[in-house]
């Protein structure tokens, strides 16, 4: 299955975000979108989700527009997990993942040992089976995130789309998720779009970085070929040296501030005016 927007305009009412955007998914491979904040990073994932609708342009699924397909045929092809999920107080892992069934129901198919099936399976691959009788409020946040997941390979599709799957996680649980979004890429062919915050773990563990600056893309490809001091400059006024990851062989972003900096780097950097 192949995504894509093609010259997509997106905002909120008479404020415009996203303008004249067009970006293909490449099928199979983990994408992430990295940017300032306000770039326009969640407003794109939702208009790939069909939860925003353009203001000009199309969204295109296997290259059909998408806003002319049904909810329920998206659901079945494309999981969204937003960035704050909120489920109902109470409520079970094993009920929470059993909601991605709900777009293979109808009157005519009704909950069945396939689906009973697809569940068991979800939340085997995450790790989780041993948690399904508790309640979310009980789990820690990685668990809360990998039960949410659960519930987006429930849905059975193959394309899965991430908002910040590691938002108020601390690094330890941000790894165990992502290494868990990386297997299930890698066991089960599924096309994975995130937007990540975190520059060093986005170029870890993605593909292909999308690079968004004020509402348009400025630089797509591989980590290594698109990361340089020069484009973190640019586009996130950031002043930073690009080294070799020692555990990865991928770049690494080392931040460089005004103060505990080497007298190597320092010499060159201009004087606090405030401070």
């Given at each position: 299955m192949?995504?894509?927007a093609e010259n997509i305009t997106l905002g909120y009412g008479d404020r415009v975000i996203v303008d004249g955007l067009s970006v293909d998914i490449e099928p199979g491979l983990i994408t992430t979108v990295i940017g300032p904040n306000g770039c326009g990073k969640s407003t794109l994932l939702r208009s790939l989700g069909r939860l925003l609708r353009p203001k000009s342009g199309r969204v295109l699924l296997d290259g059909k527009a998408i806003s002319t397909m049904k909810t329920?045929?998206?659901?079945?092809?494309v999981g969204m997990l937003p960035q704050t999920p909120v489920a109902p107080e109470g409520l079970t892992v094993a009920d929470l993942v059993a909601r991605g069934r709900h777009p293979h129901q109808s009157w005519l198919?009704?909950?069945?040992?396939?689906?009973?099936?697809?569940?068991?399976?979800?939340?085997?691959?995450?790790?989780?089976?041993?948690?399904?009788?508790?309640?979310?409020?009980?789990?820690?946040?990685?668990?809360?995130?990998?039960?949410?997941?659960?519930?987006?390979?429930?849905?059975?599709?193959?394309?899965?789309?991430?908002?910040?799957?590691?938002?108020?996680?601390?690094?330890?649980?941000?790894?165990?998720?992502?290494?868990?979004?990386?297997?299930?890429?890698?066991?089960?062919g599924r096309?994975?779009?995130?937007?990540?915050?975190?520059?060093?773990?986005?170029?870890?563990?993605?593909d292909r970085l999308v690079v968004m600056h004020?509402?348009?893309?400025v630089a797509q490809g591989r980590p290594a070929d698109i990361i340089d001091a020069e484009l973190l400059r640019e586009v996130f006024g950031l002043r930073a040296e690009v080294l070799e990851d020692p555990v990865s062989g991928r770049p690494m972003i080392v931040p460089i501030g005004s103060r505990h900096v080497h007298e190597s780097l320092a010499t060159d950097m201009p004087v606090d005016a405030g401070v």
């Open positions: 192949t995504l894509a329920k045929d998206i659901a079945r092809i198919r009704q909950w069945s040992a396939d689906d009973e099936t697809e569940v068991a399976a979800a939340l085997e691959q995450t790790g989780i089976a041993d948690l399904a009788g508790r309640t979310l409020d009980e789990l820690s946040g990685g668990q809360r995130q990998r039960a949410w997941i659960s519930m987006a390979l429930a849905q059975g599709t193959d394309i899965l789309l991430l908002d910040e799957p590691t938002t108020y996680l601390d690094l330890a649980h941000s790894l165990e998720v992502l290494d868990l979004v990386d297997r299930l890429h890698d066991d089960l096309t994975v779009v995130m937007v990540l915050h975190d520059l060093n773990l986005a170029i870890r563990y993605s004020a509402g348009r893309i």
